[in-house]
């Protein structure tokens, strides 16, 4: 830098351009300035540049770490021989809050005889082997117990399978009527009822199965009567033992209301018969509306009234196919309810659909039998002991 600006200070004196100094394109500009303007002079001559150097300045000593104080109840480790190295900034901060562990020394006990307290009590042979046994026993406990739970352990995942109900075998007669009676233990007279399930389609009215039976040894349940009628037959209607009997009236009171009605059975003539239509709807509701097929639309009121009073039952197809009627009570013997079973499965087969083709006449038509009481067990019944009774019944009544 100091030969540069030498260089410059040459070149004002004597009025040169700075390029003669730094390129050498313009060396004959320079020299033809010089000739129009100023005497010739001698040419320059570079002045050599002396290097200089400088001695390297030493680095500072680092000063000694002044240790900070410490309190009074904190203790600093001793210092190191000179033959250790001097403890630094950092190891006096890992070690200033370390506690000072004085040591703690015990008295001896030797030569001290143990006190009674401190002996183990001494156990008798009849406790140490009572104690082994009770162990023996619980871990025998835990055995077992452990073995059930493994055994009850279900694992995961599995299928299981619903277990089906097993139908029992079908009973003969006799013996079903005996555990019929046998599982009644209602407080009550429970009533002895049939369930036969038949082999007809209930959506067809023409194969319907309905029809009454006289049961020879009495109805289970007493049944209150009304009729519709007028004049004489009205009288022997109360002769017989009707407990409601009337005509248009008796319907007029129904149809406003003021009479509702409560019997079981409902008779009435055939002259009388145009006029239940104003009460129609609330008779087919409570299965009251005499008919025909029934027997409760005829002429013969007195001889009608007698049947019932003597055990006449009614019975009729339900929507699934099933007939149910009761046909006694538990307190009969056991050949009365046999006779009672035996008319009502022959008034079955009396009331057979016409147009149902088969030979037999339990095959296709009487699927299954089963009788219980109100409040015990169905129990199924054969078909070849039922019709064994109808048939023994049929050649006793029916001849």
């Not at 009707?242 to 008796?250: F, H, P, R, S, T």
């Not at 009487?366 to 009774?389: C, E």
């Amino acid at each position: 830098m100091a030969a540069l600006k030498l260089l410059l200070s040459q070149a004002r004196r004597h009025s040169l351009p700075k390029c003669a100094f730094s390129m050498t394109s313009h060396r004959s500009l320079c020299a033809s300035s010089e000739s129009n303007s100023n005497p010739p002079r001698r040419p320059f001559e570079p002045i050599p540049i002396q290097p200089v150097s400088y001695p390297v300045k030493p680095k500072p000593a680092p000063p000694e770490p002044q240790p900070s104080p410490e309190p009074q109840s904190q203790s600093l480790p001793p210092s190191p021989p000179d033959s250790q190295r001097a403890w630094t900034r950092e190891d006096i901060r890992y070690v200033k809050d370390v506690p000072s562990i004085a040591p703690v020394a015990y008295a001896s006990r030797g030569g001290v005889a143990p006190l009674p307290d401190d002996r183990a009590p001494v156990e008798d042979a009849a406790e140490s082997e009572r104690r082994m046994i009770e162990a023996e026993n619980e871990m025998r406990l835990r055995m077992a117990k452990a073995v059930e739970e493994e055994r009850m352990k279900v694992p995961f995942p599995l299928l299981i399978k619903p277990k089906k109900n097993e139908k029992p075998p079908p009973l003969d007669l006799n013996e079903a009527i005996r555990q019929v009676k046998a599982n009644a233990k209602a407080k009550f007279d429970e009533t002895v009822e049939a369930h036969i399930r038949l082999g007809v389609d209930s959506k067809r009215t023409e194969m319907a199965v309905r029809g009454t039976v006289i049961l020879p040894h009495g109805a289970p349940k007493a049944v209150s009567v009304a009729v519709f009628a007028e004049g004489a037959e009205a009288e022997e209607a109360k002769a017989a033992g009707a407990d409601i009997v009337g005509g248009k009236e008796l319907i007029e009171e129904i149809a406003s209301g003021k009479n509702k009605l409560k019997v079981d059975k409902c008779f009435s003539t055939p002259g009388m018969a145009p006029n239940l239509g104003k009460i129609a709807q609330y008779l087919r509701k409570r299965r009251l509306m005499p008919d025909k097929k029934l027997g409760t639309l005829t002429s013969d009121i007195a001889g009608q009234l007698k049947e019932l009073r003597q055990g006449r039952v009614e019975f009729k197809m339900e929507s699934k196919s099933i007939l149910h009627v009761g046909l006694g009570k538990v307190s009969y013997k056991e050949e009365a309810l046999r006779e009672n079973i035996s008319a009502f499965m022959n008034a079955v087969l009396l009331a057979k659909p016409a147009g149902l083709k088969k030979t037999s006449k339990y095959a296709g038509y009487v699927l299954s039998v089963h009788i219980s009481s109100t409040m015990g067990p169905g129990l199924p019944v054969s078909i070849q002991s039922i019709s064994k009774a109808a048939d023994n019944y049929k050649k006793m009544h029916m001849v």
